[in-house]
């Protein structure tokens, strides 16, 4: 367990309820939501400083496709991946921030958000995630994807950028640096993306609020 401590305040006072209902109004209007400096500054340092402390062995490699159709494609996907649990303080703290943030959408969009699980990434040099969707209408419970990023002193020349592909916007996508605390929420079934090759380590969180489909007894 690390010996980082949590941060004294999850939220950041007063900015936390306008960020949500800055994210709200972005969702509902796009199906997207993209804010520089959007986690408090605290936890985002915490968390990049959790990430790279984290055994090499807790990062298993990611693929695609879940259960039987589940498999390894490195020039698909190339990043490992760490499943958070809220075993420290400061993932405790991330997933309360997080919990906030869907409790806030639930009030403000009426989604039904039920759950969320989230992991840390880790793509090397050269590592991409090609072109996707995070869930397939009617296949899956996944609602809303997040994504934060935890590179501190990153540039636009370090590469690394997720694209977008929102039907609004031209082919070439929107381009989102992997800077410390930049936040990005959308529609998991609406909004295919790309994670570009990147010149140096890159750290982040992909989340999912999923709703839920169990039946009613």
């Not at 969320?116 to 990434?121: G, L, T, V």
């Not at 410390?180 to 989340?207: M, N």
């Amino acid at each position: 367990m690390s010996s980082l401590q949590a941060p004294t305040s999850v939220l950041d006072g007063a900015s936390a309820p306008l960020l949500f209902d800055l994210i709200a109004n972005d969702l509902y209007r796009d199906g997207y939501s993209v804010h520089t400096n959007a986690i408090p500054i605290e936890l985002a340092a915490l968390l990049a400083a959790e990430v790279r402390l984290l055994p090499v062995n807790d990062f298993k490699k990611a693929g695609i496709g879940r259960d039987q159709q589940h498999r390894l494609k490195p020039l698909v996907r190339g990043d490992h991946i760490s499943w958070i649990n809220g075993n420290t303080l400061v993932t405790q703290a991330w997933l309360a921030w997080a919990a906030s943030l869907q409790m806030a959408l639930n009030q403000r969009l009426l989604l039904g958000l039920f759950s969320f699980e989230s992991h840390f990434a880790h793509y090397a040099i050269g590592d991409v995630y090609t072109r996707h969707q995070d869930a397939f209408k009617g296949e899956t419970n996944r609602v809303l994807s997040l994504v934060t990023y935890l590179n501190p002193d990153w540039n636009e020349a370090d590469g690394g950028q997720l694209v977008l592909y929102p039907k609004n916007l031209n082919q070439s996508g929107l381009q989102v640096s992997p800077c410390l605390a930049t936040l990005v929420v959308f529609l998991s079934e609406e909004i295919p993306h790309e994670v570009l090759a990147a010149l140096g380590d890159r750290y982040s969180i992909a989340g999912w609020f999923r709703v839920n489909n169990a039946p009613i007894i």
